[in-house]
């Protein structure tokens, strides 16, 4: 069995625990893998090299992806799924892993049609891939936003500020609310609740009067106030599956905070520091079992689906469920995050 490996989209810190994963059990099982280069890129250009033990010797603690990632929709391109059919071909690859999020095990997906036989492994900062528990990449994330928040905490308290930190989270805004559970966040805002800015001046104005003349706010980059239709945009420049970049939500809050009510308001944009950096434990060990898993996947013939993460179980889902949705925060957690405002 000759397995392709690749990994696709936003990167994050512990894909590489991944790849170590994938090839590690796949030698023990006797099979050969061929590592794609950036994304389903390295398909439509012929960019492969076999992997070995040792090219994933000394990973398991290095951020990013050995094998490189790139945002490639092989169904825009002209030619793109006929050079992927070809390369397949040509290097003998007999089942594709895709470690990504929602638009890598798309095109995973959508090859299924093509008999193209691939397991997905789920991959985003965002954590929203609905059916896993956990994406690998989140923790991690969620652990470099909690630091700031820690970070902003003293300075704000210091200086008698509003602190705003803006972290990622497109449709969902799971970075947000679990950072800011764990880093004491005196308020919340993620893109599935639209705000009132009202509502945000008045915890602040409560918290005054409880002596503390200070706030930290975490606001998730696709959040908008309630009277908002669209989400803020950094530019109209659009990724190849129409994704606009994100942004500005933070500033446009914290000017409206010091317009109404005359208090110092400053913003951090985390940016891409949140797919940056040293991986937890839990992203290793979640990595490391879904990796391994996915190679179990391809020995059983499960393809079309994707290695999850249910209740500490891995199991394999249909892609299908996967791709049904984005799976949105815990409203429990939100609200009880709001305990501690
Ligand atoms: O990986 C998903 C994500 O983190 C989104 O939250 C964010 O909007 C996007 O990536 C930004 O990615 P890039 O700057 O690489 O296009």
């Not at 994050?12 to 030698?27: D, E, P, T």
């Not at 989400?231 to 109404?260: C, M, S, T, Y």
Request: contains cysteine.
């Amino acid at each position: 069995m000759r397995i392709g490996l690749l990994t696709g989209g936003g990167d994050s810190s512990a894909i590489n625990a991944a790849i170590r994963a994938v090839v590690r059990k796949a030698f023990a099982e006797g099979y050969e893998v061929i590592g794609i280069k950036r994304g389903w890129r390295g398909l439509v250009q012929d960019e492969v090299e076999p992997l070995f033990l040792g090219s994933v010797s000394g990973i398991v603690q290095r951020g990013g992806t050995i094998l490189g990632t790139s945002r490639t929709n092989i169904f825009k391109l002209e030619h793109g799924l006929e050079n992927v059919m070809v390369n397949i071909k040509k290097h003998g690859i007999e089942a594709i892993i895709a470690i990504g999020g929602e638009d890598t095990n798309g095109a995973a997906h959508k090859l299924a049609e093509y008999g193209i036989k691939c397991v997905g492994i789920p991959q985003t900062i965002d954590n929203d891939l609905p059916c896993t528990d956990y994406s690998i990449g989140f923790d991690t994330a969620a652990q470099v936003a909690c630091d700031a928040l820690d970070k902003l905490h003293t300075t704000a308290s210091s200086h008698h500020r509003i602190m705003i930190l803006e972290v990622m989270g497109r449709d969902a805004g799971w970075i947000a609310l679990i950072a800011g559970l764990a880093g004491g966040a005196d308020n919340i805002i993620v893109p599935e609740i639209p705000f009132s800015t009202e509502e945000v001046i008045e915890r602040i104005e409560k918290r005054k009067t409880k002596n503390k003349d200070f706030s930290i706010i975490v606001v998730a980059e696709g959040a908008k106030p309630a009277d908002k239709e669209e989400q803020f945009v950094e530019n109209q420049k659009k990724d190849p599956f129409g994704h606009v970049r994100l942004g500005g939500v933070g500033d446009w809050l914290a000017n409206e905070i010091e317009d109404r009510t005359g208090y110092e308001t400053r913003v951090t944009h985390l940016g891409h520091l949140q797919r940056g950096g040293i991986p937890t434990v839990f992203d290793r060990v979640l990595a490391t079992r879904l990796g391994a898993f996915a190679v179990d996947m391809v020995k059983e013939g499960l393809f079309d689906h994707m290695a999850c993460m249910k209740a500490n179980n891995v199991v394999a889902v249909p892609l299908t469920e996967v791709l049904s949705g984005t799976k949105t925060i815990d409203k429990r957690l939100y609200d009880l995050a709001k305990l501690f405002y």
